[in-house]
């Protein structure tokens, strides 16, 4: 069965604490990973797409990494701000030929002042 | 602004009342989504819309319906079929096309009393 697995399932750092979130994955003919970030009781926001292993993207203290069966989410000196659920999907062909994109539970994470 | 708007926010319902939740679009995509969020879970796909007057059923359509007669509109109804239907339900569009990534409305929390 596909699957995207996150983790860890929650995460708390103390501000200015730099860690990684991680999204394993083992769906085949990848046609994207996506990473979201979303608050409570709201919708998730899109941060990055990666389409290919060693592709990286950067937004502020945000970086996203891709290898063939994995992604990184490296936040790097957190802030209170960033406290937040991240969600990673991934966009894949199916057998039957359609695309599909399958989500993880995601990563809560907080960080404390 | 372009952007996706759902509407209501929240939403009560009896049991065995049928309850449609709002999606509008401005971005001129052509796919819309609807999805399932509940605690401890990943997303999960309802029903989806590639173009107007066609839809298909994501993993969990059982208990609901839609129809796409506007490229801007994708309502989802909740009807009294749906055994567990308090849940959060996100709405989300894209344009279509190689590994383009999904927008996300603000979600409607459902509560079935």
């Known amino acids: 069965e596909d699957q995207v697995t996150q983790s860890p399932e929650a995460l708390r750092l103390q501000e200015g604490e730099s860690s990684s979130l991680n999204c394993s994955y083992t769906v085949s003919g990848l046609r994207g990973l996506f990473w979201y970030r979303q608050d409570p009781g709201k919708g998730p926001e899109f941060l990055f797409t990666?389409?290919?292993a060693g592709e990286e993207k950067e937004k502020e203290r945000l970086k996203a990494t891709l290898t063939k069966k994995e992604s990184f989410l490296h936040i790097t000196a957190p802030k209170p701000e960033d406290s937040a659920t991240y969600l990673c999907?991934?966009?894949?062909?199916?057998?039957?030929?359609?695309?599909?994109?399958?989500f993880g539970k995601g990563t809560k994470l907080t960080v404390n002042p | 602004d372009g952007g996706i708007t759902q509407s209501p926010k929240y939403l009560f319902r009896k049991e065995g009342q049928n309850v449609t939740l709002s999606c509008e679009q401005n971005l001129n995509h052509d796919a819309m989504y609807w999805y399932r969020q509940d605690p401890g879970q990943g997303l999960r796909l309802i029903y989806y819309?590639?173009?107007?007057?066609?839809?298909q059923k994501g993993d969990i359509a059982e208990g609901y319906s839609v129809s796409r007669e506007k490229k801007e509109s994708f309502p989802l109804t909740v009807t009294s079929a749906q055994k567990n239907p308090t849940a959060f339900y996100l709405c989300?569009?894209?344009?279509?096309?190689?590994?383009?990534?999904?927008?996300f409305g603000p979600g409607t929390r459902l509560t079935v009393l």
């Open positions: 990666l389409y290919s």
């Open positions: 999907a991934v966009r894949h062909r199916t057998q039957g030929g359609s695309e599909k994109l399958v």
């Open positions: 989300a569009s894209r344009l279509s096309g190689w590994g383009n990534e999904q927008f």
């Open positions: 819309s590639q173009i107007v007057n066609d839809f």
